[in-house]
């Protein structure tokens, strides 16, 4: 049964990219973690179209269903010449978001709209160059979640993935980008809505709990009224069998940028 006390939630002070950043978020719900760093890691100056980019930007963003901020936050801890839109339903949610831009020293840098993502304000439609999420991605079928906020942050409040892409298609910039992190078993349904949206040239990255194993998330990236083929990368392996992160998973999480690269273009991905 679902739960929700009548008390103030309660707040923990936290870090990530080896407290290079700080956070407050809630105790209890989403709570940031390896997918949220990942995700920040594959955003890039270079996705910009030509003519636009900057050495210390990622451009004009959009990170939508921010949470407490984490893949802005690593973002502009990276890019700090950039300009981030975060919005995020959850109003505790969005309000922490704005604190943890300030105590990051990013408050001219990121704005937060407390809001739903598929209905976002007019202004925003073709505004942005790059769109970024970490949406609900669990089947609604899944065995539910014990609080409102957890709920809403793992299954949505009646969002669909098709909705999601929807959504950051309407908000990008012609030739814009669009970078996600979902998980595996849902790919088939994020790269059919890139087809019917008109998105191409997608990018698919898997992340593997362990050597041998199946994918349990991947990046997918993809550009807005560009028509390219998809393109499969070999991914990364987070952890070893016997416990412990591998090497390369463990530069990602202390703040190095994920590379990928599309083997026809060689736009890169970081």
């Given at each position: 049964m679902m739960t929700d006390s009548t008390d103030p939630p309660a707040i923990t002070d936290d870090s990530f990219l080896d407290g290079q950043i700080a956070i407050h978020q809630p105790l209890d719900g989403y709570r940031v973690g390896t997918d949220a760093v990942m995700l920040g890691a594959a955003i890039s100056a270079s996705n910009l179209r030509a003519g636009n980019?900057?050495?210390?930007?990622?451009?004009?963003?959009?990170?939508?269903?921010?949470?407490?901020?984490?893949?802005?936050?690593?973002?502009?801890?990276?890019?700090?010449?950039s300009q981030i839109t975060l919005i995020e339903k959850d109003s505790l949610c969005a309000k922490l978001a704005e604190d943890n831009l300030a105590q990051n020293g990013h408050a001219e840098n990121g704005r937060v709209i407390?809001?739903?993502?598929?209905?976002?304000?007019?202004?925003?439609?073709?505004?942005?160059?790059?769109?970024?999420?970490?949406?609900?991605?669990?089947?609604p079928h899944d065995k539910p979640a014990t609080s409102r906020r957890r709920t809403l942050a793992h299954y949505g409040d009646g969002s669909t993935l098709d909705g999601w892409v929807s959504s950051a298609l309407w908000a990008l910039k012609p030739k814009g980008r669009l970078?996600?992190?979902?998980?595996?078993?849902?790919?088939?349904?994020?790269?059919?809505?890139?087809?019917?949206y008109g998105a191409g040239e997608a990018l698919v990255f898997p992340l593997y709990s362990t050597h041998g194993s199946p994918a349990t998330r991947v990046i997918i990236t993809a550009r807005k009224q560009v028509k390219g083929a998809?393109?499969?990368?070999?991914?990364?392996?987070?952890?070893?069998?016997?416990?412990?992160?591998?090497?390369e998973a463990r530069k990602i999480m202390t703040g190095a940028p994920l590379m990928l690269t599309h083997p026809a273009t060689r736009h890169l991905t970081r």
């Open positions: 980019s900057s050495g210390n930007s990622a451009g004009r963003c959009l990170d939508m269903g921010a949470g407490v901020g984490a893949v802005s936050l690593s973002v502009l801890h990276r890019y700090q010449d407390s809001g739903d993502v598929q209905n976002m304000p007019v202004i925003l439609k073709a505004s942005f160059d790059q769109v970024f999420s970490n949406p609900p991605f669990h089947h970078s996600m992190i979902i998980r595996a078993d849902r790919t088939d349904e994020m790269l059919a809505a890139l087809r019917i998809m393109a499969l990368l070999s991914g990364l392996v987070l952890h070893h069998a016997g416990g412990g992160q591998t090497e």
